[in-house]
T-cell receptor
Framework: DTEVTQTPKHLVMGMTNKKSLKCEQHMGHRAMYWYKQKAKKPPELMFVYSYEKLSINESVPSRFSPECPNSSLLNLHLHALQPEDSALYLC???????????????FGNGTRLTVT | AQSVSQHNHHVILSEAASLELGCNYSYGGTVNLFWYVQYPGQHLQLLLKYFSGDPLVKGIKGFEAEFIKSKFSFNLRKPSVQWSDTAEYFCAVTSRGNEKLTFGTGTRLTIIP
């Protein structure tokens, strides 16, 4: 079983709703990530946090807002999403940033989001 | 910019057959290479990784991969597949000092009992 916990597992929301995805890890990892995965596609990087600071934003629309309250938690706040935003949202963590040897990503099970 | 190619989109094999999935990357510098597996309905799991040293790396569940620098390849192999190996397999690369892990498009492996 994965050591990265994501909640909720499934989420259905309307285009005017505000919701949040949550991710938690207790492995002492210093880097945390949000990925988006469409069906039969590879994960696409959205955000990277390193030492609780936003390190990378892959030109993600502002309707997605990440937050890292502490080193173990990562949130993704959602507002005014579009149906095409429906996807599996994956959280991951690693000991160090990906450029460092010995730091593979550990993924959560994901939140399957449907926007109606 | 780094990129990864997986030319096999869908591979279908019978149990006990040998497996080789191709992975080629484009980046001229020092790279870190990974194979991840996603079983149906489950999270992405690390199969194996290469950072340096012996170019033949062994991973979990009997998988291995060989880093051939001259060919920019990191092919995944298993001598005898099982039905439980049915999954999506992703090759991924990052370069030293680059925070972004780049995934290939994935190969869907179906094992027929």
């Amino acid at each position: 079983d994965t050591e990265v916990t994501q909640t909720p597992k499934h989420l259905v929301m309307g285009m005017t709703n505000k919701k949040s995805l949550k991710c938690e890890q207790h492995m002492g990892h210093r880097a945390m990530y949000w990925y988006k995965q469409k069906a039969k596609k590879p994960p696409e990087l959205m955000f990277v946090y390193s030492y609780e600071k936003l390190s990378i934003n892959e030109s993600v629309p502002s309707r997605f807002s990440p937050e890292c309250p502490n080193s173990s938690l990562l949130n993704l706040h959602l507002h005014a999403l579009q149906p095409e935003d429906s996807a599996l949202y994956l959280c991951a963590s690693s000991q160090d940033l990906q450029g460092a040897p010995g730091s593979p990503l550990h993924f959560g099970n994901g939140t399957r989001l449907t926007v109606t | 910019a780094q990129s990864v190619s997986q030319h096999n989109h869908h591979v279908i094999l019978s149990e006990a057959a040998s497996l080789e999935l191709g992975c080629n990357y484009s980046y001229g510098g020092t790279v870190n290479l990974f194979w991840y597996v996603q079983y149906p309905g489950q999270h992405l799991q690390l199969l194996l990784k290469y950072f340096s040293g012996d170019p033949l790396v062994k991973g979990i569940k009997g998988f291995e991969a060989e880093f051939i620098k001259s060919k920019f390849s990191f092919n995944l192999r298993k001598p005898s597949v099982q039905w439980s190996d049915t999954a999506e397999y992703f090759c991924a690369v990052t370069s030293r000092g680059n925070e972004k892990l780049t995934f290939g498009t994935g190969t869907r492996l179906t094992i027929i009992p």
